[in-house]
């Protein structure tokens, strides 16, 4: 007789075209030890990268029920599309999956199986297994454990386990974890070595190692002086981590200072809406696209309290005036009241006649603040006409870079998301359910905007610490900034509204913490 244990199982599963040659991988770990207890894996033949996941799936439970039919079972994935459906959270209309996903249902009693979504990076072991078995399938093959490179070992439990929180600036988590062990007096004083060796005090920084970048999945914060403030994140509130002061000196008093942080926010997109530049949100009963954790080059910076002391007060040491961005959505063209996906590889419209008006309101807006320095610009035309309005109006130049452009959305260009529902319905259901997966015709994946933005972020803060610039650009790289800034989960791109010549605003210090400031302010416009 067994007895009854609690079990991991991680799967995933894959195809080379979508549909195309597809497998899947899956192991079984023991939830208190990490030990590798079972893997499976098989080359499927033609199938989509979902139905080989829901197979994957299918094959780690049945492996857990011949190991301990009595175990709990608490499954790791990162496919969001088969967590959430088989949380009871998202439909399940693919005629495809609806099979698979109630053969899921039928290995352990509900009761006994609890889903999570973990990042892919964390999910390595049975992403190998899956790879193996459609290798082994080309060439003819059945995959046999006796050739796997996996390892039988406790890599898999290594690689389920959190990361250190470490980013580049603006990231979100590297700046709260840092604040969090400054406030308890924890934080070492850190190396600047390349070998990651501790600092003087002989303790290595909390949540970092010296030249290593990180990813962003955490909250961030913003507060006033003499106040903490509440972080939030998708694990949970946290009180006073990652504070910055808002001194109000310099040039970024007023409109994108602190106080004005209350004055507007987001309206929560409706259910079956979608923004079309940005790409579709997805309706009801279809998956919310997920973008990978982002990754820039830049290492993470490090805190400057000392090991054993108090900090002094929230604040800690002045870093200084922050980069401000403020974020400046483009009017609105033709292709956007009819929300048609408008990109980089499309026409390259122009404004329209409201858009004009648009820009020249928020231009005088703009004008009224004086707060602006500097210009900088996405290459499209829609975004330089705006610019140029307000370039105009404060006497500045346009600076243009490319890192700003909208992404690039392939042979969707041009089209409602019903009519792409319509001509492309597999490669639609790929590309909500992977950060990975583009547009059809070779468009950029919402992952890669991720790494390109995240990059033109770094670049233009190191440029222009302390000053305030305005980011003329799209809907795609604002929301971007700002989940980046927020340490949000990637589906928060598609609970952001972002209206069009609307304005936002980050500001970046230079311990690698951000704070968004405004979001989606069209007062000027009303």
């Known amino acids: 007789m067994t007895s009854a244990r609690e079990l991991v199982v991680e799967a995933d599963g894959g195809s080379r075209g979508n549909p195309g040659p597809a497998g899947y991988g899956a192991v079984v770990l023991d939830a208190a030890t990490g030990e590798t207890l079972a893997e499976a894996a098989e080359y499927i033949g033609v199938a989509t990268n979902n139905v080989a996941e829901y197979k994957g799936l299918v094959a780690g439970l049945k492996a857990a029920r011949e190991l301990f039919p009595d175990a709990t079972v608490h499954v790791r994935m990162d496919s969001k599309l088969v967590v959430e459906q088989m949380s009871g959270r998202w439909k399940i209309k693919h005629p495809d999956m609806k099979p698979l996903a109630a053969e899921a249902g039928r290995v352990f009693p509900a009761g006994r199986v609890r889903y999570e979504w973990i990042p892919r990076e964390r999910n390595k072991h049975a992403d190998r297994l899956a790879n193996e078995a459609m290798d082994a399938g080309r060439l003819g093959r059945r995959w046999e454990p006796s050739g796997s490179t996996t390892s039988l070992d406790a890599s898999a439990a290594r690689n389920a386990a959190a990361p250190p929180p470490s980013g580049p600036p603006g990231d979100a988590r590297a700046g709260a974890a840092r604040a969090r062990a400054a406030l308890s007096g924890t934080a070492g004083t850190p190396s600047t070595g390349a070998s990651g060796a501790s600092g003087a005090s002989g303790t290595p920084t909390a949540g970092t190692s010296a030249g290593t970048p990180g990813t962003s999945t955490a909250g961030t914060s913003a507060r006033t002086p003499g106040s903490p403030a509440a972080r939030t994140s998708d694990a949970g509130t946290d009180t006073g981590a990652g504070a910055r002061p808002t001194t109000g000196d310099g040039p970024n008093d007023g409109l994108f200072a602190a106080e004005d942080a209350t004055a507007t926010s987001s309206t929560p997109v409706a259910s079956g809406d979608f923004e079309a530049e940005a790409g579709a949100l997805a309706p009801t009963g279809h998956a919310a696209r997920t973008t990978g954790a982002t990754r820039a080059d830049a290492p993470a910076s490090t805190p400057v309290q000392p090991r054993g002391t108090a900090p002094q007060g929230w604040a800690g040491p002045d870093m200084g005036a922050p980069a401000t961005f403020v974020l400046l959505r483009h009017g609105e063209t033709a292709l956007t009241p009819e929300k048609r996906f408008s990109g980089s590889g499309g026409s390259d419209p122009e404004l329209s006649a409201a858009g004009l008006r648009q820009a020249e309101a928020v231009a005088a807006a703009l004008a009224a603040r004086g707060t602006i320095q500097e210009i900088v610009s996405s290459p499209l035309t829609r975004c330089r006409q ?104 990637p589906e928060s791109l598609f609970r952001m509204e972002l209206s069009a010549a609307s304005i936002s605003a980050v500001a970046y210090y230079a311990d690698g913490n951000a704070s968004v400031r405004l979001l989606n302010d069209t007062s000027h416009l009303r």
């Open 386 to 489: 705006t610019a140029a309005a307000v370039a105009a109006r404060l006497g500045l130049d346009v600076r243009i870079e490319q890192g700003l452009r909208e992404t690039d959305f392939g042979a969707w260009e041009g089209l409602t998301f019903g009519e792409v529902r319509e001509r492309y319905p597999e490669d639609l259901d790929a590309w909500l359910a992977s950060p990975k997966a583009a547009p059809t015709g070779g468009g950029e994946s919402f992952a890669t905007v991720a790494r390109r933005v995240a990059a033109t972020r770094d670049r233009l803060t190191a440029a222009h610490a302390g000053r305030t610039v305005l980011l003329v650009t799209h809907v795609t790289p604002i929301k971007t900034l700002v989940r980046l800034a927020l340490g949000a989960p």
